[in-house]
């Protein structure tokens, strides 16, 4: 069962913390004001310590595990999302790194080497997930590093960091549009609260009638509001945050497909399969067959 993050603050994250810093380095937990729908002008590098869940980017939704890494671009909307007890609380879960692209717009004239910084950044407009079990065992010490250091140690580390996730081939591009058209921060809250709504019940049908009562809104506008804020219609976005679900259970290994598509919150077999088909390419069986194939070769002594 998930805890949904209940929302105050504006959905805009204005990061006033700079004090002339390079960088900015935060930790945090679960459940946490941080956790929402939100977006803001920097980079964010975020490593999930603790913790599994859904991860959204963008028009992306995916899993996340410990030891993911992302990469976020300037004005990308994103959040995660927890699947853990109602009375749980994760005491750190996140490590992050926040940045401008004044840093690197600034320092280029004088250190040339950091043009091999810029595909990268280029790629982060869209969100990354890094995949590479070496680049993320390289991170997560990386990142320690950076939370234990200050000063020009700490920029170092953070340089080396981004030089390691450049180098990276094994990763994915997760949003197909890399500047979604935000609305105003109202809408994007609204979307905010939609979108912890949806998560806790999606599994069951759930009409976009409803969503938008919650919301106090009428549904044609919700729709459109949506929409806007996160680059899906609504029955899109619904039905992707399920074969996000539906990978997840299937990745186990154990579970009959038609046991996957309800849990899912899909209603009948052949809708699953299609749906699942025009996402994934591939059959529920087979992508269970390859996700059951990964897991044993990344685990061979569990074999």
Aim: proline share 5%; hydrophobic share 35%; aromatic share 10%.
């Amino acid at each position: 069962m998930t805890r949904p993050s209940r929302i105050t603050d504006p959905s805009y994250e204005l990061m006033d913390d700079h004090e002339g810093l390079s960088i900015i380095y935060r930790q945090h937990g679960f459940p946490c004001p941080l956790v929402r729908w939100h977006f803001h002008k920097e980079y964010e590098l975020h490593l999930i310590v603790a913790s599994s869940g859904k991860v959204f980017v963008g028009d992306y939704i995916g899993n996340f595990h410990p030891n993911s890494l992302f990469l976020t671009g300037p004005n990308l909307p994103h959040n995660w999302i927890s699947q853990v007890a109602p009375d749980q609380v994760v005491e750190k879960r996140d490590m992050l790194v926040n940045f401008t692209d004044e840093l690197f717009d600034n320092a280029l004239p004088v250190f040339s080497e950091l043009k091999g910084l810029s595909p990268l950044l280029e790629r982060a407009r869209h969100g990354i997930e890094f995949r590479c079990p070496r680049t993320l065992e390289q991170a997560a010490m990386l990142m320690q590093c950076i939370a234990d250091s200050q000063g020009v140690s700490r920029l170092g580390y953070f340089l080396i960091l981004m030089e390691r996730l450049a180098a990276c081939e094994d990763y994915q591009l997760l949003s197909d549009s890399n500047a979604p058209h935000l609305a105003d921060e109202n809408s994007i809250d609204r979307t905010n609260r939609a979108v912890d709504y949806i998560f806790s019940h999606y599994s069951r049908d759930l009409p976009l009638e409803e969503v938008a009562q919650h919301l106090g809104m009428k549904p044609t506008y919700f729709s459109r509001v949506f929409k806007q804020a996160t680059g899906r219609c609504f029955v899109e976005f619904v039905n992707r945050l399920r074969i996000s679900k539906s990978c997840e259970l299937l990745a186990d290994g154990r579970r009959a497909v038609t046991d996957v598509c309800f849990q899912s919150g899909f209603n009948n077999i052949s809708n699953f399969n299609r749906r699942f088909q025009q996402l994934k390419g591939m059959t529920p069986s087979d992508y269970r067959r390859l996700a059951v194939q990964r897991v044993t070769e990344q685990n061979p002594r569990n074999t």
